[in-house]
């Protein structure tokens, strides 16, 4: 559910509001957490907390970084992409934009293309 924006106007101060409702998820997850080194709620009680709501969807994965300490994976990307080689990538793209305070939600877009020849 959507409500559009509203607009007013406080003194010299514009204020704009958009609202957006939607149904909570389990996992509230979808494809990975990156946590940083001072969050709020550290990897050790998030891992536990999801686990109770999703048993063996996420793995967890500690980082060697000055601002990230874990990155939380949903395990079925693990399947297609290698461990070392997902976490690279989340790294690199996460590192210019996480303060070592903040969580990262991430949604991956996986697709796996095959081709293969043969001979009859």
Known sequence: MSVSSETTTVGRRRVSLKVELQRFRLPPIDSALIIGRRAAIGPTAMAKSLEEMVPHEFERVDVEHPRIQTI????????RIPKERLVEVLVQQAEDMIDETEMLHVTLDVSVSISEEFEL
């Open 72 to 79: 939380l994976v949903h395990t079925a990307h693990l399947r």
